[in-house]
């Protein structure tokens, strides 16, 4: 019961922090994902959810960095995410065929939590590039 608290905690930690961040456009909030360990069900969800908020946050930060750049900056910058969403892919790729079991879950939770890291390490690169406040 403890461990599916915290992991609760924490997901709910993580969509107060980006609301937060993305209303006052607040210093930037690293979210901790330890989905790994909880239970399968309660780690499915955190790193399903864990993408999802990572996902958003990155999103919001690219429209407003987007809009006011000129043809050429937009350009620039869609080639820069472009080269990063295939790296970001490359790295927490996950692909299987065949019957689940266990640990084929747990690695999809583990591509999950990658992909929300590596999403999160982009936005944070993001706002200190684009010098968001």
């Known amino acids: 019961m403890k461990l599916r608290t915290h992991?609760?905690?924490?997901?709910?930690?993580a969509v107060l922090s980006i609301s937060t961040m993305l209303?006052?456009?607040?210093a930037f909030i690293e979210?901790?994902?330890v989905c790994e360990d909880a239970y399968m069900e309660v780690?499915?969800?955190?790193g399903?959810?864990?993408?999802?908020?990572e996902k958003n946050r990155l999103n919001k930060i690219y429209s407003n960095i987007y809009r006011p750049l000129n043809n050429t900056q937009k350009a620039q910058l869609d080639k820069?995410?472009?080269?990063?969403?295939?790296?970001?892919?490359?790295k927490c790729a996950f692909e299987y065929e065949g019957p689940?079991?266990?640990?084929?879950?747990?690695?999809?939770?583990?591509?999950?939590?990658c992909t929300a890291i590596e999403?999160?390490?982009r936005s944070k690169v993001l706002v200190k590039k684009y010098n968001i406040q």
């Open 7 to 13: 992991v609760v905690t924490i997901v709910g930690v």
């Open 100 to 113: 689940m079991n266990n640990s084929i879950v747990y690695a999809q939770i583990g591509a999950n939590v």
């Open 80 to 90: 820069e995410q472009r080269a990063w969403l295939k790296a970001r892919n490359d």
């Open 48 to 53: 399903n959810n864990a993408v999802i908020v």
């Open 23 to 26: 209303s006052a456009q607040a």
């Open 43 to 46: 780690a499915y969800d955190c």
């Open 31 to 33: 979210n901790e994902y």
């Open 119 to 121: 999403s999160q390490k």
